[in-house]
């Protein structure tokens, strides 16, 4: 563990600058008109139009689901046929997972906050950033133009020979999460070289808050791992398009092969969607116990661990597809370890909660919120680790409920802790409390009925992707689909108070939780150009110890030399930056 | 924790199912303890330390290198405990006794084939004896399905390009259900079968009447018999109404129209043709869903289906 005596240190000269409040001029407004935006480099920006992307997704990918838990209410057919059906989940899936949950932190909340915390201008390539956004756009046109020319109906997980055989538009699909895989893997160099190139004077590795460790992991699979997904699709593409025989048996391919592929890179997205929402937690935790944050080194070295060890645990998704024992045997091991550090994570935050300060904000309630349902999705992920009981819950809804557990349960509470968070921040207005606990309350409830029946139905054998089922599921499914209306109900609020928030909310302060990170020193909504001064950094993120003026230096100009008696010389930790 | 498992399980029916329900059981209920502990400390925390004050001063805990190796080291004890359960209750369910009964399972889109060593096949319906193990190697025609017998606690992919396994024991005579649980498309939800465990005598005595019962039957009546076990009423009725594919009810000798815009005249011919090689021509409105029975029905059975359904009109 670094510790300051060691790291090389050097004198700057540094003052106290306090944020203006309620700024006439911000990145809001200092750039104006449509244009302004589409061709705006500044991240805060780009973080938006991804947000309203993602959001946009989400809806879509929403009501997909709540259309396929109406039609899940009878045993028979609703309203949908078996092909709709099978066309709605597969959107369902491929939507929220490459157009909702691998953006949604990253890149839009990752873009807004990732160069504020580091007290830099923008990431490193703002233009490569905006590239990023551009290429995510093209993706998603030709994903809308795959649906509305055949659909397809392969399931997320376009396993072959079925999807080098069905019809639908599955190559234009493929070609459209292809493309999306470069903004991917962009976006995570961009974080990569930004964490390392720009941080501020004094931010040393172990005052990096922990939601860049996140990042930094997340962008490191994202670099590593989406490769693999574009060589897959493109082999896909070419087997189905020019017949070149790879992974279809009938053209002497192997179908597991294909499974191996994709899952190489789906396993580790599992933690492209979760890593950064863990470091939204621990951010949210330490602010609303105003605590410094328990076992620092530990949450940010398991972010990388889960990042290292994700890597080799595709191939739990196969154990009843033939593969070896002894591969079934590793694999096994290998995920009870993954587990392991995720644990250890959610020990620590609660050590950051007990003795604190504890204010349940919106954020902080739907960080508690995700403690609990993450928590459950962690435990069922042990149970289908397990060799014998897996090959009993593989494909049924015991499996469903799980990911969505972790997906929805972990990631998307996280994701709204954060958004709630930063909300303040990005567009300088407050939201109703009452309403958002509210919705959060709700959102809750509806969950668990969505969720926890399937849990039970999945263990009682009800497989997954079925348009039909036998009767006995049926109070289950009914239960389920109530839930999933309520859980609606729940995202209808929240949209409503964001939008009463940005046309009629009250102004929010510059640091309205009183945090002692660094985003927070700055206005709010921050200037295009986030600080006006260089910030410098003494203390960690979470030192709540120590008094907010100490967080709030920045480089003392000799221009603005009016304060002098403010001025003094710190002993600042050196950082690249400097050195380069 | 029966109860627990009585309720979240179907009912055990194989020798395989204890030592999986065993775990089953195991991974929930230490679960649920550390989940209880979990909650109550979330909730305990926010009201024991909720926030009094803005002014509110919390101690420098940084870490507690102790209790972070308690709380790595105890989970890890406990997975290493869950894999090691659960690799040889594994090994169990992939290791078939070498004295097993095996049977050919065929899955194709979208139904089960069983074949018996003496050459009989039903479709739909899996028969087995109570009490010996039954090894079944599997194998696909098109594209990936997945076998699943939730009762037995077994399930193994079927792939179309190799032979893949499962075995097990059942210990009640009865009926179980089977689900196809790879998704493999438009009436993946349909695919399923129907386990009926005999007693061993009985079992004898069904192989040997279920092939021999055929030659006693006139060709109508085997015809009957033979679209019902080889699940061609699901698809289609006899009844005039429409199901997947179009009825049986006067198809001999009418008209048929096809996608391509012709019509054909239903022969026996096209009645031939449509079982063997049903892509070859679809009958206008429907799916191109029927599975091809080459290789399951023989020519005497397609005989006598014809016959049959050129009574029905
Ligand atoms: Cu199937």
């Not at chain 1, 903004?183 to 931010?203: A, D, E, M, Q, Y």
């Not at chain 1, 060799?387 to 809804?397: A, F, I, K, P, Q």
């Not at chain 2, 089960?112 to 009989?120: A, I, K, Q, S, V």
């Not at chain 2, 032979?163 to 097990?168: E, G, I, N, P, V």
């Amino acid at each position: 563990m670094a510790t300051t005596e060691e790291t090389p240190t050097r004198k700057i000269q540094v003052k106290r600058f306090k944020p203006e409040e309620y700024p006439e001029k911000h990145y809001l407004n200092q750039e104006k008109g449509l244009w302004a935006w589409l061709t705006t480099v500044d991240h805060k920006k780009i973080g938006l139009m991804y947000l309203m992307s993602v959001a946009f997704f989400f809806l879509v990918g929403g009501v997909l689901a709540l259309l396929l838990r109406t039609e899940l209410l009878t045993p028979a057919r609703n309203f949908m046929t078996a092909d709709v059906y099978n066309q709605v989940f597969t959107l369902h899936g491929a939507i929220m997972i490459f157009f909702f949950l691998i953006p949604s932190v990253p890149a839009a909340l990752g873009n807004f906050v990732l160069p504020l915390q580091l007290g830099a201008k923008d990431v490193a390539f703002p233009r490569l950033n905006l590239a990023s956004f551009y290429i995510y756009v093209i993706g998603a046109l030709f994903t809308i133009t795959a649906i509305f020319t055949g659909g397809i109906d392969t399931g997320w997980t376009f396993y072959t020979p079925y999807s080098s055989t069905t019809g639908g538009s599955v190559a234009m699909m493929t070609l459209g999460v292809f493309i999306l895989g470069f903004s991917s893997i962009l976006t995570g160099l961009n974080f990569i070289v930004t964490i390392h190139k720009l941080r501020s004077p004094g931010i040393t590795w172990n005052k990096l808050p922990l939601n860049l460790w996140g990042l930094y992991a997340t962008s490191l699979i994202q670099i590593l791992a989406t490769p693999v997904l574009a060589i897959t699709l493109l082999l896909l593409t070419m087997e189905r398009v020019l017949s070149i025989g790879i992974f279809d048996p009938a053209l002497g391919g192997d179908p597991v092969l294909y499974q191996h592929f994709f899952w190489f890179y789906s396993h580790p997205a599992v933690y492209i969607m979760i890593v950064p929402g863990f470091g939204i937690v621990s951010e949210i935790i330490s602010t609303f116990s105003k605590k410094v944050i328990f076992g620092y080194w530990a949450i940010a070295l398991s972010s990388l661990a889960i990042a290292f060890i994700g890597f080799l645990v595709w191939g739990h998704h196969m154990f009843t597809a033939g593969q070896s024992s002894l591969a079934n045997m590793v694999f096994s091991f290998l995920t009870f370890l993954v587990g392991i550090p995720t644990g250890i994570k959610i020990f620590n935050w609660l050590a950051t909660m007990y003795k604190g300060s504890i204010d349940l904000k919106t954020p902080m309630v739907y960080i508690l919120v995700f403690l609990f349902l993450f928590t459950i999705g962690g435990f069922t992920g042990i149970m289908l680790g397990a060799l014998s009981v897996d090959v009993h819950l593989h494909d049924t809804y015991y499996v469903v409920a799980h990911f969505h557990y972790v997906m929805m349960g972990g990631m998307v509470m996280a994701f709204l802790g954060g958004l709630h968070y930063w909300w303040p921040k990005m567009f300088g207005k407050m939201y109703s409390e009452f309403w958002g606990k509210i919705a959060a309350g709700i959102i809750f409830v509806g969950f668990n009925m969505t969720f926890l029946p399937q849990f039970i139905m999945g263990s009682q054998g009800m497989p997954r992707r079925y348009y039909n089922y036998i009767d006995q599921f049926q109070a289950f499914h009914q239960f389920s689909t109530i839930g999933a209306y309520i859980m609606g109900v729940g995202f209808v609020i929240i949209a409503a108070y964001l939008l009463h928030s940005l046309l009629r909310g009250e102004k929010a302060s510059s640091n309205p939780w009183g945090s002692r990170a660094l985003e927070w020193q700055t206005s709010s909504p921050p200037d295009l150009h986030n600080f006006k001064h260089t910030p410098v950094i003494i203390n960690g993120p979470y030192d709540y110890h120590k008094p907010m003026s100490e967080f709030q230096l920045g480089i003392a100009t000799p221009h603005n030399g009016h304060g002098h008696h403010e001025e003094e010389g710190m002993d600042v930790a050196e950082t690249e930056k400097e050195k380069a | 924790m029966n109860s627990l498992s009585d309720f979240m399980l179907p009912p055990a029916k194989s020798t395989l199912a204890g030592q999986t329900d065993a775990l089953f059981n195991f991974i929930n209920v230490t679960s649920l303890i550390f989940l209880i502990g979990i909650t109550f400390a979330i909730i305990y925390f926010s009201w024991k330390y909720r926030r009094r004050s803005e002014n509110d001063v919390t101690p420098v805990i940084t870490h507690n290198n102790k209790l972070e190796i308690t709380w790595s080291v105890i989970p890890l004890i406990l997975v290493i405990i869950v894999f090691g359960w659960g690799f040889t209750g594994y090994m169990n369910k992939a290791t078939p006794p070498n004295d097993s009964y095996e049977i050919r399972v065929v899955g194709k889109s979208w139904l089960w084939e069983f074949h018996y060593p003496n050459g009989y096949v039903s479709v739909g319906e899996l028969h087995v004896p109570e009490d010996r193990p039954v090894k079944l190697v599997m194998s696909s025609t098109d594209v990936i399905h997945s076998f699943y017998i939730p009762d037995f606690r077994v399930k193994k992919d079927v792939l179309p390009n190799r032979y893949t396994s499962l075995w097990f024991e059942a210990t009640d005579p009865g009926e179980s259900v089977v689900f196809c649980t790879e998704y493999c498309g438009n009436a993946h939800s349909n695919m399923m079968a129907t386990t009926i465990v005999h007693t061993q005598e009985d079992f004898q005595s069904w192989l040997e009447t279920a092939g021999s019962a055929d030659e006693n039957l006139t060709p109508v009546e085997l015809g009957e018999q033979l679209t019902t076990r080889n699940a061609c009423t699901t698809c289609h009725s006899v009844d005039g109404s429409v199901l997947q594919g179009p009825s049986f009810q006067g198809l001999f000798g009418s008209e048929a129209p096809l996608e391509s815009g012709e019509t054909v005249s239903v022969d026996e011919n096209y009645i031939r043709e449509s079982i063997l090689e049903p892509q070859a021509k679809i009958h206008e409105g429907f799916q191109p869903v029927m599975p091809s029975y080459a290789g399951t029905l023989d020519d005497n059975q397609i005989n006598a289906i014809i016959e049959y359904i050129k009574t029905l009109d």
